[in-house]
């Protein structure tokens, strides 16, 4: 789930490389919603372990990135 990932990247120093390509798809749909801000590589095909060119690189969890986590947090 996005959100999971989203939790786990505001624990950590960034940027951040992900080769991990569920994560990527993830990050995406994060970028995509403004979540996060990211340098997302191009789908080289729509399924399997090798479907990116290269790792994305996440630069920062934007400010509306942190508000649903603050929410969550009371």
Known sequence: MP???LK???AVQ???MV?????IDKLAV???TNLIEAEVPK?????GPHRYDDAAVVLRV????RAPMRAACG
């Open 3 to 5: 959100f999971t990932l």
């Open 8 to 10: 786990r990247l505001r």
């Open 14 to 16: 960034l940027p951040l």
């Open 19 to 23: 080769e991990d390509p569920e994560d």
């Open 30 to 32: 994060l970028k995509a």
């Open 43 to 47: 789908m080289r095909r729509p399924s």
């Open 62 to 65: 934007t400010e509306r990135g």
